[in-house]
């Protein structure tokens, strides 16, 4: 019986094999009415539930999208439901910052001799459904009109590495080289303006290195491809957040690594410096101090307050000695950390769902599927294998839509989950400048909130939030629906 005659929505329900699909069976034999908007897919185990699913569904036309497997404890493959009960209520949390009302999405545990159980499930969640009516579709909403800016609230100064510091930082990599196959730095890019990594291989290679506020670039991201070699790398506090997950995840080897550590004050926001610099044609000088940035730009000098033009997400940095450093170089005594939110996302946090579904709508229409943001992250380690390409299973359409393009941004927000150490490369590299990294730090502070404030890339020991699980959640609350 649907919830409304002749008014049916489209849910989707993905049901654990043992359980909750033996309960719908369950409560067919009996023959419970129940609604007949839901379309089932029977799955192994709720373990097997990629959040992408879910989200796969409700962007391509479902209403509403039920995960259902055993109850905790009584998984048929041990702990796969553990793990699923981390994995859905990160993704119940993360729906709001699409834009996607979270009571379109539930999950919940049902045993195969729980038929009763799994009609009042099945009628509540259709009712629920039915109430909120079909979901709006991506690719039909407006976009969203109004001013999408805000404002950079940068107030401390930028990095600035002393000439001593950098010549015991050259020197301290001359005299580890000989054991090294190569050490990642930065050098003069484009202009001075702009910095490329650096492979120093040589001593007549350290003349090109630089490490001041214009070196942007997470040399960490090259790391994996390196492993099997012995390799050193300069970091600072953010890339050295990206090492340590790297090596939570076992993905590289501590003992072919050595780390060169340097303190940093803060970044500098390049695409919001270029678009205050406006187009020039040749960039003649450049004298950075911490607090003024000084250029001579076809002949003419300009003058800016560095503090203008500070990056927002070195505002939530610490800046403390990494703890992984090998060798550490000047000043670590770090900076008071501020909890305010990355700009980004205090400016969607003010918006309503609809208005964050226009929002991103009209940043898709933007994104050129680059695929520069998974390029230049240093937590995207699938390369060749990244499922946006994959033809075997299909996850994306070549189609460039709106949705499609959506979709991706989705699939590498979710896969950082519980990763991304918030270095901000993906919104750096944004050629057209989409403000990205908002869905990364709003996963982030899903995870803080779940899991007693972990951070990634904080504790070589820690174990990921979502690789590991726990039999009772302290802040998950399974939700009742007696
Ligand atoms: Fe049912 Fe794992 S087998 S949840």
Same mark, same amino acid.
């Given at each position: 019986?649907?919830?409304?005659?002749?008014?049916?929505?489209?849910?989707?329900?993905?049901?654990?094999?043992?359980?909750?699909?033996?309960?719908?069976?369950?409560?067919?034999?009996?023959?419970?009415?129940?609604?007949?908007?839901?379309?089932?897919?029977?799955?192994?185990?709720?373990?097997?539930?990629?959040?992408?699913?879910?989200?796969?569904?409700?962007?391509?036309?479902?209403?509403?999208?039920?995960?259902?497997?055993?109850?905790?404890?009584?998984?048929?493959?041990?702990?796969?439901?553990?793990?699923?009960?981390?994995?859905?209520?990160?993704?119940?949390?993360?729906?709001?910052?699409?834009?996607?009302?979270?009571?379109?999405?539930?999950?919940?545990?049902?045993?195969?001799?729980?038929?009763?159980?799994?009609?009042?499930?099945?009628?509540?969640?259709?009712?629920?459904?039915?109430?909120?009516?079909?979901?709006?579709?991506?690719?039909?909403?407006?976009?969203?009109?109004?001013?999408?800016?805000?404002?950079?609230?940068?107030?401390?100064?930028?990095?600035?590495?002393?000439?001593?510091?950098?010549?015991?930082?050259?020197?301290?990599?001359?005299?580890?080289?000989?054991?090294?196959?190569?050490?990642?730095?930065?050098?003069?890019?484009?202009?001075?303006?702009?910095?490329?990594?650096?492979?120093? &291989?040589?001593?007549?290679?350290?003349?090109?290195?630089?490490?001041?506020?214009?070196?942007?670039?997470?040399?960490?991201?090259?790391?994996?491809?390196?492993?099997?070699?012995?390799?050193?790398?300069?970091? &600072?506090?953010?890339?050295? &957040?990206?090492?340590?997950?790297?090596?939570?995840?076992?993905?590289?080897?501590?003992?072919?690594?050595?780390?060169?550590?340097?303190?940093?004050?803060?970044?500098?926001?390049?695409?919001?410096?270029?678009?205050?610099?406006?187009?020039?044609?040749?960039?003649?000088?450049?004298?950075?101090?911490?607090?003024?940035?000084?250029?001579?730009?076809?002949?003419?000098?300009?003058?800016?307050?560095?503090?203008?033009?500070?990056?927002?997400?070195?505002?939530?940095?610490?800046?403390?000695?990494?703890?992984?450093?090998?060798?550490?170089?000047?000043?670590?005594?770090?900076?008071?950390?501020?909890?305010?939110?990355?700009?980004?996302?205090?400016?969607?946090?003010?918006?309503?769902?609809?208005?964050?579904?226009?929002?991103? &709508?009209?940043?898709?229409?933007?994104? $050129?599927?680059?695929?520069?943001?998974?390029?230049?992250?240093?937590?995207?380690?699938?390369?060749?294998?990244? $499922?946006?390409?994959?033809?075997?299973?299909?996850?994306?359409?070549?189609?460039?839509?709106?949705?499609?393009?959506?979709?991706?941004?989705?699939?590498?927000?979710?896969?950082?989950?519980?990763?991304?150490?918030?270095?901000?490369?993906?919104?750096?590299?944004?050629?057209?400048?989409?403000?990205?990294?908002?869905?990364?730090?709003?996963?982030?502070?899903?995870?803080?909130?779940?899991?007693?404030?972990?951070?990634?890339?904080?504790?070589?020991?820690?174990?990921?939030?979502?690789?590991?699980?726990?039999?009772?959640?302290?802040?998950?609350?399974?939700?009742?629906?007696?």
């Amino acid at each position: 019986m649907p919830a409304l005659a002749n008014n049916e929505l489209r849910i989707v329900g993905f049901l654990c094999n043992w359980c909750s699909y033996g309960g719908a069976d369950t409560a067919g034999v009996a023959r419970a009415s129940q609604p007949t908007d839901l379309r089932i897919i029977r799955v192994p185990c709720s373990g097997r539930v990629d959040p992408l699913f879910v989200l796969k569904a409700l962007l391509n036309g479902a209403d509403g999208v039920l995960v259902s497997g055993c109850h905790p404890r009584d998984c048929h493959y041990g702990t796969g439901n553990f793990y699923a009960r981390r994995r859905l209520e990160v993704l119940k949390r993360f729906l709001p910052i699409l834009g996607i009302d979270p009571a379109r999405f539930s999950y919940t545990w049902v045993s195969a001799s729980e038929g009763q159980r799994w009609q009042k499930v099945v009628s509540r969640f259709t009712e629920e459904i039915h109430a909120l009516g079909p979901a709006p579709r991506f690719e039909a909403v407006e976009p969203l009109a109004k001013a999408c800016s805000w404002t950079q609230e940068s107030k401390g100064p930028v990095s600035v590495i002393s000439p001593e510091l950098l010549e015991q930082l050259k020197k301290a990599i001359a005299d580890k080289l000989p054991e090294l196959d190569c050490v990642l730095g930065w050098q003069e890019g484009r202009d001075l303006l702009h910095s490329v990594p650096l492979f120093i &291989r040589s001593e007549d290679d350290l003349t090109k290195l630089r490490c001041d506020a214009t070196c942007h670039n997470n040399l960490v991201r090259y790391l994996p491809d390196l492993k099997g070699q012995k390799v050193g790398i300069i970091v &600072r506090s953010c890339e050295a &957040r990206s090492v340590v997950q790297l090596l939570q995840e076992g993905l590289i080897s501590r003992e072919e690594l050595v780390v060169f550590a340097l303190p940093c004050q803060g970044l500098l926001d390049l695409p919001r410096l270029e678009e205050a610099l406006g187009r020039y044609q040749r960039l003649e000088d450049l004298t950075l101090t911490e607090t003024t940035l000084r250029l001579r730009v076809d002949g003419q000098e300009r003058v800016f307050q560095t503090a203008d033009f500070r990056q927002s997400r070195c505002e939530q940095c610490p800046g403390e000695l990494p703890a992984i450093a090998d060798q550490s170089f000047g000043d670590f005594s770090g900076q008071t950390a501020s909890q305010t939110l990355p700009p980004e996302l205090a400016f969607l946090d003010s918006l309503n769902l609809q208005e964050r579904m226009g929002f991103w &709508r009209a940043c898709m229409e933007r994104c $050129i599927l680059c695929h520069a943001c998974r390029n230049s992250c240093p937590m995207c380690v699938c390369r060749d294998q990244c $499922i946006a390409e994959s033809r075997e299973p299909h996850w994306q359409s070549a189609e460039a839509s709106v949705k499609e393009k959506f979709f991706f941004q989705i699939i590498h927000a979710l896969h950082l989950a519980g990763r991304c150490t918030g270095c901000g490369e993906c919104q750096a590299n944004c050629p057209v400048g989409l403000p990205i990294f908002a869905l990364r730090a709003h996963l982030n502070r899903i995870v803080s909130e779940l899991f007693d404030g972990y951070q990634a890339g904080c504790d070589p020991k820690a174990v990921p939030p979502l690789l590991t699980y726990s039999q009772e959640e302290a802040h998950i609350h399974e939700r009742s629906w007696e």
